[in-house]
């Protein structure tokens, strides 16, 4: 699933299991460390390939390389998550 920057989301987060908790945030930027130029495509990501020129598609297998920055509700602490901690999409707003 591809969240847009702006959107808020619940995730996890925490170095280990006891302090594991589910935060509220919104997504202020995406970022990977494989790709220079990154961006959230018509329901995809994105990365600005060198070689073709263009536009393409993450592959499945380099979707652990993105990551987002998050910000909690007041716009401070920005935290660097995986795709795969964000829980979802909230309902509610994180301003």
Do not use: Q
Not at 28 to 46: C, F, L, N, P, Q
């Amino acid at each position: 699933m591809v969240y847009k920057i702006g959107e808020t989301v619940e995730y996890v987060s925490g170095d280990c299991e006891p302090l594991m908790s589910n935060k509220l945030g919104k997504i202020v930027e995406i970022a990977s460390d494989k790709y220079d130029d990154i961006r959230i495509g018509k329901d995809v990501i994105e990365y600005w390939s060198k070689k073709t020129k263009s536009w393409r598609e993450v592959k499945e297998k380099d979707i652990p390389s993105i990551y987002y920055t998050v910000t909690n509700p007041a716009g401070l602490y920005p935290e660097f998550i995986e795709t795969h901690m964000i829980v979802g999409r909230s309902p509610r707003s994180a301003t």
